[in-house]
Nanobody, 125 residues
């Protein structure tokens, strides 16, 4: 059974940094593309970035609100994908999810096969 478990969410002040982790089990990490999404209350799930196997390109949101602040990385040995967040702002508040897809690496949530339960990030003074 494929499982994704996010961790690392917490409350952080504006301008701070946070590192989220996604631990993958039940499947070889080298078999799937992993994406990070976030969802603020009352909004749709928004794609942030995806790290690919190499058969399809990796993807990163070109939103001016995200670019240059969020970095995705993968550690196949430890079956972990991380999202490094820097210079966070209140609009970064939301639940952050990781998701896995065998064939797709992009911003469309419906194209992912497996999801974690999410981890809460709150940015406030």
């Amino acid at each position: 059974q494929v499982q994704l478990v996010e961790s690392g969410g917490s409350s952080v002040q504006p301008g701070g940094s946070l590192r989220l982790s996604c631990e993958v089990s039940g499947i070889n990490l080298e078999e799937v593309n992993i994406g990070w999404f976030r969802q603020a209350p009352g909004t749709e799930r928004q794609g942030i970035a995806c790290t690919s196997l190499g058969e399809v390109p990796s993807w990163h949101s070109d939103s001016i609100f995200l670019k240059g602040r969020f970095t995705i990385s993968r550690d196949n040995t430890n079956k972990m994908v991380s999202l490094q967040m820097s210079n966070v702002v209140p609009d970064d508040t939301g639940v952050y999810y990781c998701a896995a897809s065998r064939l797709y690496c992009g911003q469309l949530p419906r194209m992912y096969d497996y999801w974690g339960q999410g981890t809460q990030v709150t940015v406030s003074t």
